[in-house]
């Protein structure tokens, strides 16, 4: 009876130990009958998305009035179902980023590996690294991230858009003239010289013109952007390339590499390639901003997400009459891979998808 009693007190404490040791370590360990991937999915994120934030914070948030940003909200809920997750990671490159271990080994567009020179210019031209004192001083900032989705169309968000402390829209999305669904405010735009809005009158005056490079080309042309020098030749681009752009050194940056890195190889769990760019392994610019936004804001939401392929005539853009069934197969994004992704941070409630084309019928 005694021996029994001690038995299952060791079984319970063994488990639990399981249970901790489990939690703590990484991704290799398998116990007998308790195997790490029935917690956890192959890129890390628990495969029942219910993880919880900790106990203090709940009451923290609790204190807080309706709707008020919540402190570390995006990171500690990404923490408690993605336990991987570490913050530190500065939104653009700055001076020291040789310090910044993680991007020193890979070439764009995984990290900086034989840029540096040209980087180390790009930097001392610009001279600014951050969002600017008014939003750096903020204790909790809200961030959204705009999608170029047809779904935005006629949901006449606009005001609520203009009311987060950041605003990130990609690439060349307008905002004159779809202000009701889309807003008016744009803290920065994150774009390639592919993607870079081509007529110089469409800049919005006060914003950041941020790089994401995806290939030491797109540094080059930086350069020519920043100096005003003539782009001579468009050789080397995938499509033609804006020309100019409009913008002061002082509100030009350059996206952490870090972003695509964490977003390709471990939140969407692309292939490595050898950290080479190769099939299938570049995530969209969307899924790179949100990376940056899970690790340096306070909450995040998105709109203008998510492809409906049951809606083939549906706008695939907001912004033009394309529809969705233009999509084509790409050779570089992995758009099924990336939708699980998205579909993880929205059902975790890490980020609030507020045109709900992320879950579809599925949250
Ligand atoms: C929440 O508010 C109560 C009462 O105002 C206060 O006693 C408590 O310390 C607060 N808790 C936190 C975590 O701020
Ligand atoms: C948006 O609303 C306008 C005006 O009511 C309508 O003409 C248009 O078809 C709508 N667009 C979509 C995509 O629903
Ligand atoms: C996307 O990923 C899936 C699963 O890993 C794979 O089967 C598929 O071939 C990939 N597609 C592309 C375009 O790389």
């Known amino acids: 009876m005694k021996m029994k009693r001690s038995c299952n007190l060791l079984l319970g404490l063994c488990s639990m130990l399981a249970l901790g040791f489990l939690y703590y370590s990484s991704d290799r360990i398998t116990l007998q009958g308790w195997d790490y991937r029935s917690l956890y999915d192959k890129e890390g994120f628990l495969n029942k998305l219910d993880g919880k934030l900790p106990l203090e914070l709940i009451h923290m948030y609790n204190n807080l009035s309706e709707g008020a940003c919540r402190p570390g909200y995006a990171a500690a809920k990404m923490t408690a179902n993605y336990p991987k997750f570490n913050k530190e990671a500065p939104m653009f490159l700055d001076p020291n980023y040789k310090q910044f271990s993680r ?15 040209i980087i180390d210019i790009l930097l001392s031209a610009t001279k600014n690294y951050d969002l600017g004192e008014e939003l750096d001083s903020l204790s909790c900032k809200t961030c959204i991230i705009i999608g170029n989705g047809g779904i935005l169309t006629n949901k006449s968000l ?164 394309t529809k969705m069934s233009a999509i084509k197969e790409s050779w570089t994004h992995n758009i099924s891979k990336e939708k699980e992704f998205l579909l993880k941070l929205v059902k975790a409630g890490i980020i609030q998808d507020w045109t709900k084309g992320i879950c579809g019928k599925k949250c």
């Not at 991007?103 to 020179?117: C, L």
């Not at 899970?294 to 392929?309: K, P, S």
Request: some cysteine.
């Open 158 to 321: 606009g005001q609520r858009i203009d009311q987060f402390d950041v605003v990130v829209r990609l690439n060349e999305a307008p905002v004159k003239g779809f202000e009701k669904d889309v807003g008016s405010k744009t803290t920065m735009r994150i774009t390639y010289p592919e993607g870079a809005i081509q007529k110089t009158e469409r800049y919005e005056a006060q914003s950041l013109f941020v790089l994401s490079a995806f290939k030491a080309l797109d540094l080059k042309w930086l350069r020519h952007m920043v100096f005003k020098q003539r782009l001579h030749s468009a050789d080397g681009f995938w499509k033609s390339v804006a020309r100019q752009v409009p913008r002061e050194p002082s509100d030009i940056r350059i996206l952490n590499p870090y972003f695509i890195q964490e977003a390709s190889f471990n939140l969407i769990g692309l292939p490595h390639n050898n950290g080479q760019m190769g099939r299938g392994n570049i995530p969209t610019l969307g899924a790179v901003a949100i990376t940056m936004a899970l690790h340096n804001c306070d909450e995040v939401a998105v709109a203008g997400f998510g492809y409906d392929m049951k809606t083939p005539n549906a706008p695939l853009h907001y912004y033009e009459k």
């Open 103 to 117: 991007i020193g080994g890979y070439s764009p567009p995984f990290g900086v590996k034989s840029q540096e020179k």
